[in-house]
């Protein structure tokens, strides 16, 4: 692949922080905001489109990634902006669902499996910048909760 999706050319660089997913446990109907900041670090004004993967829980066996928001941003050079990206999960485009068809194959419904969401922020789907997640379902969150809470990670360094 000579460029992954997403990728774009900018004459400045950039800089993602401060990520924060809300709620950490979902019912599956509530929205999700993906919050955090991204700086312009170089010395012209530029614009970013920053972009938001979720990866579904390995029990919906989907693929890896899949895009569910993004939003550009221009900023002058030392400029910061932060970015705040809803998440509905009723939407058209079922962010957080896999669709399952019935026995018969001719209906099926849309399912939202349970477990860990892991969220991904970056510039393209392999520049991913910062990382997070949340649950949804029962033992999910309990493992979770187990285990410290959301774990974030800033992958820009």
Not at 116 to 132: F, M, N, P, T, W
Request: with cysteine; hydrophobic share 30%; net charge positive.
């Amino acid at each position: 692949m000579l460029f992954p999706f997403g990728h774009g050319l900018s004459y400045t660089e950039f800089e993602y922080s401060k990520l924060r997913v809300t709620p950490r446990k979902t019912n599956g109907k509530s929205d999700v905001k993906v919050k955090f900041r991204i700086a312009n670090t170089g010395d012209r004004a530029g614009a970013e489109a920053a972009q938001v993967y979720v990866e579904l829980p390995a029990a919906a066996n989907e693929p890896p990634k899949r895009l569910v928001g993004f939003k550009k941003v221009h900023l002058q050079p030392g400029e910061t902006q932060k970015v705040t990206i809803k998440l509905e999960p009723l939407s058209s485009s079922h962010p957080f669902s896999y669709f399952v068809v019935d026995q018969t194959g001719e209906s099926g419904e849309w399912v939202m499996a349970e477990g860990i969401y892991k969220i991904h922020v970056g510039s393209s789907s392999r520049d991913i910048r910062l990382e997070g997640e949340f649950c949804h379902g029962n033992d999910a969150c309990e493992q979770q909760r187990r285990s410290g809470g959301q774990s974030v990670r800033d992958r820009s360094k």
